[in-house]
């Protein structure tokens, strides 16, 4: 079972940037894909980002394409997410999650997602 711990979040002004990382430990982190997701207050959530198990393939909702960057480092057991540009609607809890994976292109679905962290609080103000 794997065990993933985010960390990162924290208060910016728009315009700015943060870098979220998501520590796994508990199983093999190069087995799985890696994912964010975000949820803001009265919101579902939703997808931001993903990695697939190699770190090479990657996949950005609209809404962050071209500001943010994801990547996985299998060695430190560690994913990030770069958010730069940040903007007022980027407000959110901030989840990573991890899905079993045999190779591909990582999902997008959350209902892909086995194992998820406690979530991270990004606050963006203007």
């Known amino acids: 079972q794997v065990q993933l711990a985010e960390s990162g979040g924290g208060a910016v002004q728009a315009g700015g940037s943060l870098r979220l990382s998501c520590a796994a430990s508990?199983?093999?982190?190069?087995?799985?894909?890696m994912g964010w997701f975000r949820q803001a207050p009265g919101k579902e959530r939703e997808f931001v980002a993903a990695v697939s198990r190699s770190g090479v393939l990657k996949t950005y909702a609209d809404s962050v394409k071209g500001r943010f960057t994801i990547s996985k480092d299998n060695a430190a057991n560690t994913g990030y997410l770069q958010m730069n540009s940040q903007k007022l609607e980027d407000t959110a809890v901030y989840y990573c999650?991890?899905?079993?994976?045999?190779?591909?292109?990582?999902?997008?679905?959350?209902?892909?997602?086995?194992?998820w962290g406690q979530g991270t609080q990004v606050t963006v103000s203007s």
């Open positions: 999650a991890a899905a079993p994976s045999s190779g591909g292109a990582p999902p997008r679905g959350a209902t892909y997602y086995v194992y």
């Open positions: 508990g199983g093999t982190f190069s087995s799985y894909a």
